[in-house]
């Protein structure tokens, strides 16, 4: 359908606009301006901001500067999670522009991982897209793949481009015309109240009797805190993407439509704004 | 990097079980004093096996490099320690290294098979970096690991404590595991998943099982072909 064509397409071209500001108590030679930048939803920050780093490294002197890391209210941002899923945890409820600090000192070892080059992204990357591969089909789409698809993947995100990556992905996202979905649903559940950083389970699209699981049924079984009785208040919000989709959606189409590249459905749950 | 399917009988290992085959592994870490116990998470009920241990390094220091700093003193001790050690003993400075070093072994329920999570870190908190875990590696190992290191060491967020630690990748796992696991069950014995797998995969990581846990329980058959059959798949009980 053409319809759900256009949400890959949204969801691909996803923008949040930011504003990086240098930590206070970083040594400058001048003033640093904050650097405005419109991130992609899609991508993760040490990918995309070369130009943040070089504009800051400006005003700095070389022996000030080792590896850059972000924070947003005193919280590290960990890079290998993907920038939307960020932004919905951490600010989805704040005013725009996302204000990130920049810092070049006191890496937080217990908190992020480093991020030596772009390699290490790659790595990432890869190993989560082989993941959600053995959930969805034991393995056997990526495998049979050869290498030079693997890095149109990487090299599709890594430049944005849509048609690129989707050549490629379109067959991740493929199954056996005997199954109505796929084996297992790879997804990860974020609340940032919770020392555990995500619930990951096991969990089919497809009930024993043939029906089609929906988000509601997912997060019924994995996390039922996140959904609150009909008569009580919602006191959170299921997010994926910036929305919250209708927890009828059925989670085999939410896999297929509103992944992450790396072939996962990150979701957030947070409080629900009082006004 | 590929998870080959290793052939007729393809064991595939339950949550369920491995937190059993983790029981067993813990009485027995129990009787010999080996120090492993088993984590619950507060949340959600699973859980890990965890264990603690300090390793205590020796660094002689020649006189002339005593002054110089601290990273350059590790690259010059390739080189020098080996060809100055008469030197050094009569006038030479002893450095001894402490590294704590943490264990951790979760389950993967996307690949059904247990991964070795670690980190190291020096007294003073200074965590080792991935060179320096690397550099530590027993040195048959290194040949395997310098062909494609991201595919076998990586640094990763740690699913329950949400921090980050080093892990040894689990897609080789399969790939020695169902051919021990089927040929013992054809002769009807019973083999310990976890002690099998971490007596293989250990070594690599500075982690050693003693011999102690090779030996069965009183009541099970104490024939040694287990040990042997072992062998025979390039394991090591270290």
Redesign the interface.
């Known amino acids: 359908m053409t319809d759900d064509k256009d949400v890959l397409r949204d969801v691909w071209f996803g923008r949040i606009p930011t504003c990086f500001t240098l930590y206070q108590d970083e040594v400058t030679e001048r003033e640093a301006e904050p650097y405005y930048l419109l991130l992609p939803r899609i991508s993760y920050l040490t990918l995309v901001t070369d130009k943040v780093k070089k504009h800051f490294q400006k005003v700095m002197r070389q022996e000030e500067v080792s590896e850059i890391w972000f924070e947003y209210e005193g919280t590290p941002l960990?890079w290998?999670y993907p920038i939307g899923l960020l932004f919905d945890l951490h600010a989805s409820n704040t005013a725009l522009p996302w204000s990130i600090t920049v810092h070049f000192k006191n890496f937080p070892?217990?908190?992020?991982?480093?991020c030596h080059s772009k390699?290490v992204i790659e790595?990432?990357f890869m190993?989560c897209i082989?993941?959600a591969d053995?959930?969805k089909h034991k393995?056997q789409v990526i495998?049979e793949m050869q290498k030079k698809d693997h890095k149109q993947l990487w090299m599709g995100l890594q430049n944005d481009k849509f048609e690129q990556f989707w050549a490629i992905n379109r067959k991740l996202m493929e199954y056996p015309p005997e199954d109505s979905g796929f084996r297992y649903i790879?997804f990860r559940i974020y609340q940032a109240t919770?020392?555990?950083?995500?619930?990951?389970?096991?969990f089919r699209p497809i009930a024993s009797g043939g029906e089609l699981h929906t988000l509601g049924d997912l997060l019924k079984d994995v996390c039922p805190s996140a959904i609150t009785p009909e008569d009580g208040e919602q006191k959170t919000q299921v997010m994926i993407h910036g929305i919250e989709p209708m927890l009828e959606t059925p989670i085999q189409w939410l896999s297929e439509h509103m992944s992450y590249p790396d072939n996962f459905l990150h979701i957030s749950i947070i409080p629900r704004p009082t006004d | 990097m590929s998870c080959s399917m290793a052939g007729e009988e393809d064991f595939v290992l339950e949550e369920k079980r491995f937190k059993q085959y983790c029981e067993e592994f813990i009485k027995r870490s129990q009787q010999i004093g080996d120090g492993w116990e088993w984590r619950t998470s507060k949340d959600l009920g699973d859980g890990y096996l965890s264990k603690t241990h300090y390793q205590v390094r020796n660094r002689k220091i020649p006189p002339d490099l005593k002054e110089k700093n601290h990273d350059n003193c590790e690259q010059m001790l390739c080189t020098h320690v080996e060809e100055s050690l008469d030197d050094s003993q009569a006038a030479g400075v002893c450095a001894t290294e402490v590294i704590h070093y943490e264990y951790h072994v979760l389950y993967s329920s996307s690949y059904r098979v247990p991964v070795l999570y670690f980190r190291a870190c020096f007294l003073d908190g200074r965590p080792l970096t991935l060179d320096e875990i690397w550099k530590s590696v027993h040195a048959c190992y290194q040949a395997c690991l310098l062909e494609g290191p991201w595919d076998t060491i990586t640094q990763q967020e740690h699913p329950i404590l949400g921090q980050p630690f080093f892990v040894l990748h689990p897609c080789r796992t399969n790939e020695f595991i169902s051919s021990v696991l089927s040929s013992s069950r054809k002769h009807d014995r019973h083999i310990n998943y976890i002690t099998l797998w971490l007596s293989t995969v250990g070594p690599v990581v500075g982690l050693n099982l003693p011999m102690s846990y090779a030996k069965l329980a009183p009541e099970q058959d104490t024939n040694d072909d287990s040990v042997e059959s072992r062998g025979e798949h390039g394991l090591r009980i270290a």
């Open positions: 960990k290998h070892e217990k908190d992020l991982l480093h390699d790595a990432h190993a082989k993941e053995a959930l393995s495998n790879p919770t020392e555990r950083p995500f619930i990951q389970k096991l």
